[in-house]
């Protein structure tokens, strides 16, 4: 089968700003991919090519859009529906390190909106596709299984208007289904709101950040981590329920040092204050504790939780930017023992998939994960399964755009 046409658009994103939605067609078929966007952006990844004019306060997609429209749509014409020949000639045509000629934006909006037609041609479900693409990589087959969610119920950071430092704080609940994983987000979730109204009142308090935890104002992260530890008590869910952070640390650092709770921290001394908080709030999983090339700090981190022979998930996001060359090099660093996984990173589903394979390799867990800027597009949810990703991070239950993710999983499970 032949494309026929790629033509692509700008559409809105959760925050309100313009993302492209690419659709892709063949003689009688057509799918389309809406990609998502960062806030807290790391420093490595690929290039999100946004105008920098004067429309949508520089925000504009006009010419990632025009890229698509244009240099991709002549190449891709009448070339056959392959992803890994899609996604090799979309990398070559681009013909840069991080995806700057193109934008990364306006490549991946091709390379899902192609996945996403193969399934539909081939009339399988897209996480089918996907766990047979995975499959010629790796040469694995594997029985699909649901991902765990993780939940950011209280948002601070770049995703707030308030003072929390820290960007994130998970719920991880691990019941046996995703239905059930799901509900106790959802439960705890609502607990959260009665929780946080009767200790901190209603006003303020109760706004919601872009990934739709609530953004109450408080500062220390003690406060929030408390506030989650009422939740899960008062909701029932405590002993199936573990917490998480995402401490997004590259955007509190200057100069090997980081500034938090109105101290400028060393390394050491922010390494002692993560240990007390593990220790304290048995902490399961700890994303981005460093800046994104503070090496140091993440090797001595994992050294010393080997001796302490302490399990914790340590996340690499900014760190490692799904970027097959960092993961590689992060390995044999031993910089972390987790990678997330986020296709736009990266710019294509093929290099995001052998960025998963390598962490799997290393016996790493795998997270896929959402954007801050999202969509209506559950893409990462059948990527989740297709993968057989360990965990999902996916936003509070609230909001079309986090609440897609979790139906489509439902959806999912459901099906198999
Ligand atoms: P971002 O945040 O999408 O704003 O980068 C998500 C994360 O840091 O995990
Ligand atoms: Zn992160």
Not at 138 to 161: D, E, Q, R
Not at 198 to 211: A, S, Y
Not at 340 to 349: D, H, M, S, V
């Amino acid at each position: 089968m032949l494309i026929e046409k790629v033509f692509a658009r700008w559409v809105l994103d959760s925050r309100g700003n313009p993302t492209i939605q690419t659709f892709v067609k063949t003689k009688t078929f057509q799918a389309s991919a809406i990609v998502p966007s960062g806030a807290s952006k790391g420093l490595h990844e690929a290039l999100e090519l946004r105008d920098n004019g004067k429309a949508f306060h520089g925000l504009g997609v006009s010419k990632a859009v025009k890229n698509v429209n244009t240099i991709i749509a002549k190449k891709l014409k009448n070339t056959p529906l392959e992803q890994k020949m899609v996604d090799e000639a979309l990398i070559k045509l681009d013909g840069t390190p991080n995806k700057s000629f193109l934008g990364a934006n306006a490549v991946l909006s091709v390379s899902l909106a192609v996945a996403r037609l193969i399934a539909s041609i081939k009339n399988q479900p897209l996480y089918e596709h996907i766990s047979n693409l995975w499959k010629d990589l790796t040469g694995h087959v594997h029985k699909h299984s649901m991902p765990k969610p993780m939940a950011n119920l209280i948002n601070g950071g770049k995703h707030a208007p308030n003072d929390l430092v820290f960007q994130e704080f998970l719920i991880i609940p691990n019941y046996n289904s995703f239905e059930k994983n799901a509900q106790a987000v959802i439960e705890v979730y609502q607990e959260l709101k009665n929780v946080i109204k009767e200790k901190l009142g209603v006003k303020c308090n109760l706004c919601i950040g872009d990934e739709g935890g609530f953004a109450p104002n408080i500062q220390a992260p003690e406060q929030a981590l408390d506030l989650l530890q009422i939740a899960l008590q008062d909701s029932g869910h405590k002993k199936k329920v573990s917490l998480g952070l995402d401490v997004a640390a590259s955007e509190f650092y200057n100069n090997k040092k980081y500034f938090l709770n109105n101290n400028l921290m060393s390394c050491e001394q922010l390494i002692n204050y993560y240990l007390d908080l593990i220790q304290d709030y048995d902490l399961a999983s700890i994303e981005d504790p460093f800046e994104q090339d503070h090496f140091s700090a993440w090797s001595l981190f994992m050294q010393l939780l080997n001796k302490k022979n302490k399990k914790l998930q340590v996340v690499g996001d900014d760190l490692l930017v799904t970027n097959p060359k960092r993961i590689n090099l992060a390995i044999s660093y031993g910089l972390a023992n987790a990678l997330l996984l986020k296709p736009n990173q990266i710019g294509t589903l093929t290099e995001a998939l052998q960025a998963a394979f390598i962490a799997k390799k290393a016996g790493w867990n795998v997270i896929v994960s959402h954007r801050s800027g999202d969509s209506e597009d559950a893409f990462i949810a059948d990527l989740a399964v297709g993968i057989g990703a360990s965990q999902i991070k996916l936003g509070a239950p609230c909001r079309g755009e986090r609440t897609a993710k979790y139906n489509r999983l439902l959806n999912i499970e459901q099906e198999l």
